[in-house]
């Protein structure tokens, strides 16, 4: 089992910038990735970007060049630095794991990106 945490969301404005967090309840190391989707309402849950165990990273062509995904095994938490926010990356965001071939999911945080 693993339990996952999100935090960092909340409301900001049209250009600027959230650091999400998402603490794991068990080292991140043994994760075979990590990684975060948002689903905004009246949508589905799309991804946004992942990091592998070797710390490979994989983004969503609408956050390239403005997120990006970290991790710190010390700390077993993952981060998502997002920069040049706007009104559509509104959305709740939730922090993944995928671990022995099962996907794990935390609640979410809300991002609200106001114009």
């Known amino acids: 089992q693993v339990q996952l945490v999100e935090s960092g969301g909340g409301l900001v404005q049209a250009g600027g910038s959230l650091r999400l967090s998402c603490a794991a309840s068990r080292s991140i190391v043994s994760m075979n990735a990590m990684g975060w989707y948002r689903q905004a309402t009246g949508r589905q849950r799309e991804f946004v970007a992942r990091i592998d165990s070797i710390e490979r990273t994989y983004y969503a062509d609408s956050v390239k060049g403005r997120f990006t995904i970290s991790r710190d095994n010390a700390k077993n938490t993952v981060y998502l630095q997002m920069n040049s926010l706007n009104v559509e990356d509104t959305a709740v965001y939730y922090c993944?794991?995928?671990?022995?071939?099962?996907?794990?999911w935390g609640k979410g945080t809300l991002v609200t990106v106001s114009s």
């Open positions: 993944n794991a995928l671990y022995l071939g099962v996907n794990y």
